[in-house]
Nanobody
Framework: QVQLVESGGGLVQPGGSLRLSCAAS????????MRWYRQVPGKERELVAT????????DYADFVKGRFTISRDIVKSTVYLQMNSLKPEDTGVYYC???????????WGQGTQVTVSS
């Protein structure tokens, strides 16, 4: 059974930090690129950050560059999103995504709420 379980969300003040985790199971984690998306009510889900299957390359949306860092631990089958200098506009539900270009398979987590507010 494939599972992506996010954790680490919560309420934080502007300028603060949070670290999201996404624990993967039920598939070969090392063969999948991993991504973090976020969504706010009334808006489309948007891509935040990507890390390749090997972890050798990362990419970020312009609105988080320099503030967020994506990483992965192959041994723990977990991907992380370190979020620093958080802004109110970073508020949303953050989703973990696993995708294999080779097989076309894609999986989603259930999401974790991040709220940035004073």
């Amino acid at each position: 059974q494939v599972q992506l379980v996010e954790s680490g969300g919560g309420l934080v003040q502007p300028g603060g930090s949070l670290r999201l985790s996404c624990a993967a199971s039920g598939f070969t984690f090392s063969l999948y690129a991993m991504r973090w998306y976020r969504q706010v009510p009334g808006k489309e889900r948007e891509l935040v950050a990507t890390i390749t299957s090997t972890g050798g390359s990362t990419d970020y949306a312009d609105f988080v560059k320099g503030r967020f860092t994506i990483s992965r631990d192959i041994v723990k089958s977990t991907v992380y999103l370190q979020m620093n200098s958080l802004k109110p506009e970073d508020t949303g539900v953050y989703y973990c995504n696993a995708a294999s270009r080779r097989t076309g398979l894609e999986y989603w987590g259930q999401g974790t709420q991040v709220t940035v507010s004073s």
